[in-house]
């Protein structure tokens, strides 16, 4: 392993809750410094959370709405200007902009990452 990427026990990977959930609503985020939607999440057992997310660049309210995404719920509370973002979500960072996590078929809302 080199410095850049340490290794994790399973134990610390446990601690982390990287959860299925499905988009019920996206607002403009005009004050973010980069472009980016608010989003309301349903995790099932877990609520409904929301977050903010330099997304906009590749999805429109439409390819999001409805769709299964992942995220970190575990993490404590962030404020992003004047919204309080609750929940990380997972995506991986491109020149193009950030593509979103997929699942590769749907699962209930709330499933954890095993």
């Given at each position: 392993?080199?410095a850049a990427m340490?290794?994790?026990?399973?134990?610390?990977?446990?601690?982390?809750?990287?959860?299925?959930?499905?988009?019920?609503?996206?607002?403009?985020?005009?004050?973010?410094?980069?472009?980016?939607?608010?989003?309301?999440?349903?995790?099932?057992?877990?609520?409904?959370?929301?977050?903010?997310?330099?997304?906009?660049?590749?999805?429109?309210?439409?390819d999001l709405l409805?769709?299964?995404?992942?995220?970190?719920?575990?993490?404590?509370?962030?404020?992003?200007?004047?919204?309080?973002?609750?929940?990380?979500?997972?995506?991986?960072?491109?020149?193009?902009?950030?593509?979103?996590?997929?699942?590769?078929?749907?699962?209930?809302?709330?499933?954890?990452l095993a």
């Amino acid at each position: 392993m080199s410095a850049a990427m340490p290794e994790l026990s399973w134990s610390e990977f446990e601690k982390v809750w990287l959860c299925a959930g499905t988009v019920l609503k996206v607002e403009p985020f005009p004050e973010a410094r980069k472009p980016a939607w608010k989003l309301w999440v349903d995790f099932g057992p877990h609520g409904v959370k929301k977050t903010s997310a330099q997304v906009a660049t590749l999805y429109s309210v439409e390819d999001l709405l409805g769709r299964q995404v992942v995220g970190v719920i575990n993490f404590p509370p962030k404020q992003i200007g004047p919204f309080r973002s609750e929940f990380l979500l997972t995506g991986f960072p491109t020149e193009a902009g950030v593509v979103l996590t997929a699942l590769e078929r749907p699962v209930p809302n709330g499933t954890r990452l095993a």
